[in-house]
Every structure is written in C-alpha cells, then in structure tokens.
C-alpha cells in the first residue's frame, strides 16, 4: 500500500483530516481542534522513516526562505562528516550519504521558487530520498553515542546505547521514539514542535517541544506510528 503513496505528498488544507475522520468522533474533534493552529498539513509515506523523512523537508523548506539559518546549518551539516568519522563510523560509508546530504543542501540554497520545486523533486526520488534519510539517522545516532551516559536512562531494557543505535536508530525503516527525536534536534540545534493526535482523552492535540523550551522550526502531527508535516 504505502507503495503508491508519495515519498512526500503536496500541500493540503487542514480541513482534509476533517475529511478523513468524517465518520470517527474522537479523531474528527481532534481534527478540528488542529484546524485552529494549522492551515495545511503535507503527507508522507507510512514506511517507518517518515520521521526523519518529514522533518528534513520541512526544514530544508523553512531555511529556503532564512539565509542565515541555512547557512549556520549548512556549515554544521558540513562539518557533520568529520564528527561521525571521529566516532568510529566507516569513512567511505558516511562520505556516500555526506555527499548526497550537501548536493540536496546546495541545490536549496537560493531563495527562489524554483527551489521549493527542486526540493519536492529531490524528495521524491527514492534513492536521493533515502541518502537523506539514512544520513539524518547516522547524525541521530552519533549524538546518541557522543552523550551515551545522558541518553542510556531513556533506553528499555538491558540494551546498551551503542546496541540502540545499531538495532532502532540506523537501520532504514525502523520508527521513530523520542528519544531520536530528541537525540537529533540537539544534534542540528533546532526545535521541533510534534502534536500527538491520538484516542487519549479531551479534544485537544497534545504538543510536546524538542528539545523542551526550543522555539520550533518545524511543526509535525504524529498519529500512532506516523508523522506528515503540518504548517500554522
């Protein structure tokens, strides 16, 4: 199924969730209650990378238009390589996913139409798509490795944090926890704002920020074991 459904979708207004959950009381409040904060929401595919897929779109399309913010963050992407090769991971693997990660980078940085053209583009060729993904996954799992002792407390059961990152943080298609999210804001010093819609009670939809008291860059709604972008 998720086959058919585009790496990442185009724009749509809010009220499609209305839509979808026209016959689900619960949901359908919740819907509404969203339709109050956000003006359009942009779908992803359900594969267990919609998280980092999600994200990075939303935040490559939000420094399209902030010059200075894409350059603070296209330095810190540049100088990602070196950091993860200084914590053991294989040169010539990082520097395949690095290169790819700086070429969708530098093919967004003019504040142009065009680039939000080239960006949805980008997204939705899989094996560029991907690189993105995996690399953002890899500088998930390099933060986690660097503050092992801070981020084992967030960690289930016996696993080590190295055993983590190797079993849910950088195999493709594993899902996203907080403890990734949190793991990779810090990492690229940005904040993210994700509201959880869900059966939990009330009509609200719940916001956590990452990390707690950032200002968001990037806002994305999560439903059980899915994230789509949302837009204010």
Same mark, same amino acid.
């Not at 969708?104 to 504040?111: A, L, M, Q, S, T």
């Given at each position: 199924?998720?086959?058919s459904i585009a790496l990442v979708g185009e724009k749509e207004s809010i009220k499609s969730l209305e839509r979808e959950y026209s016959e689900d009381e619960i949901y359908l409040s919740k819907a509404k209650a969203l339709?109050?904060?956000?003006?359009?929401?942009?779908?992803?595919?359900?594969d267990g990378n919609c998280f980092f897929r999600a994200f990075s779109y939303a935040y490559l399309e939000k420094l399209i238009g902030n010059k200075e913010e894409y350059e603070k963050f296209r330095e810190l992407a540049l100088k990602s390589k070196d950091s993860l090769v200084a914590l053991g =991971?294989? #040169?010539f693997t990082v520097e395949d996913f690095h290169d790819t990660f700086m070429d969708?980078?530098?093919?967004?940085?003019?504040?142009t139409e065009s680039s939000y053209v080239e960006l949805h583009k980008l997204f939705n060729e899989q094996g560029c798509s991907d690189y993105v993904v995996v690399y953002l996954r890899l500088i998930t799992s390099g933060q986690l490795r660097r503050?092992?002792? =801070?981020? #084992?407390?967030f960690i289930e059961g016996e696993r080590t944090v190295s055993e983590f990152c190797r079993q849910e943080v950088e195999p493709m298609y594993k899902e996203s926890d907080h403890i990734h999210i949190i793991a990779m804001s810090t990492a690229l010093g940005t904040g993210i704002r994700v509201r959880y819609m869900d059966r939990g009670a009330g009509t609200e939809v719940t916001a956590h920020d990452f990390p707690e008291g950032a200002i968001p860059a990037v806002?994305?709604?999560y439903r059980p074991g899915h994230y789509d972008i949302l837009y204010p």
């Open positions: 199924i998720s086959e339709g109050q904060k956000y003006s359009y929401i942009r779908r992803t595919r359900p =991971f294989p #040169q969708v980078i530098d093919k967004v940085g003019e504040d503050e092992a002792d =801070f981020y #084992q407390h806002h994305l709604l």
